[in-house]
């Protein structure tokens, strides 16, 4: 058969079929992120992110007690609005996702806003990759995960479990949620991530006195022990004073105190949990990180707003890279015993970068909590950027 030639009349039904086709998919995709684009353009102009976001090349060897890789300091940088509902961080939702726990829930429980789910992290020296679950699991195949702390490693934990899900929504899985200990393995990967739910990271024992919390003691770390990887997180109960503080006494050596600076108490408690992780967990196997401390947003005069504000209403980051209030005490610390350590642990470092989201918290939007949850994050959310950091880390 010979070579057919088009007559120029068909060349120029072709040429407009085709023009026709491409208008057509511009208008599907324009639909489909009008509502997104209609609410970011009552946002202010720095919010908005105008440029073509590229994927960096990840290289580097960790981060020990640092920030950043290669000079990049992973966790200063800036909030920004993506207004393409394709790029949004959005890995899953309510409806989605089996593992939400109801006080993270903020779209089943009426959270009329969606603004919030569409900020991304933006570091200043350097792009961080989207998060791939496939990736994740095939990476860390056979491999297990253990988040150890309270109820926001409880957040952190849900987070990347319904992260994982999204990715491979056939996948078969195991789930079980236990008072001490829970966790969702995906079956075909043999990757489970596990949390073990501890306040203090050291002891509470009932003595005859009273419930005693013994800052000089982990009787718990032997679950912590065989992880691949383990991130650890402690403070939000610290704090904690009146009917709401589940201890009578402190303990520290044979002394035994009414109460005690909480500060210096949460310093003596870390460096305990420090020394137990340089005598017991080996860093050639194990990959050890610290949450870093998650802040609270109960009053607005920590970032310029009226002492009366809370998170609640709350619809928008606090512009820019800086928190009024600075640097919470806590995080201090937290590096302190960090740098004193002999075993390399990596500081997720989430502390200002969280500061910055006022408006992410379930506030009235949970089924656990009476009042105002400004301590917690809703999920889908920030806590989903924290796993994308640490799938970063994870990956060097």
Known sequence: MGIRFFSFRNLLLL????????????????????????????????????????EEVITGHGHGHGDGDGGCNLFQGKWVYEASAAASPLYYDDSTCPFIDPEFDCLRYGRPDRLYLNYVWMPDSCTIPRFDGEVFLSRWKGKKIMFVGDSLSLNQWNSLACMLHAAVPQAKYSFFRGSLLSSVTFQEYGVSILLYHTTYLVDIVKEPVGRVLQLDSIEGGSSWKGMDVL???????????GNSQPWDYIQEGSKLYKDMDRLTAFQKGLTTWADWVDQNVDTSKTRVFFQGISPTHYQGKDWDAAPSRSCLGEEQPVAGSIYPAGSPPAAEIVRSVLSGMSKPVYLLDIT????????????????????TDCSHWCLPGLPDTWNQLLYYMLLL
């Open 15 to 54: 040429l407009v079929s085709l023009i026709l086709v491409s208008l057509s998919g511009l208008q599907q995709e324009a639909a489909a992120s009008r509502g997104t684009a209609d609410q970011a353009e009552q946002l202010p102009d720095q919010y908005i992110l105008r440029r073509e976001r590229k």
């Open 352 to 371: 200002t970068l969280s500061q910055l989201r006022k408006d992410a918290h379930p506030s009235t939007y949970s089924s656990e909590h009476g009042g």
């Open 231 to 241: 991130v650890f997180n402690t403070w939000h109960w610290w704090i904690h004073t």
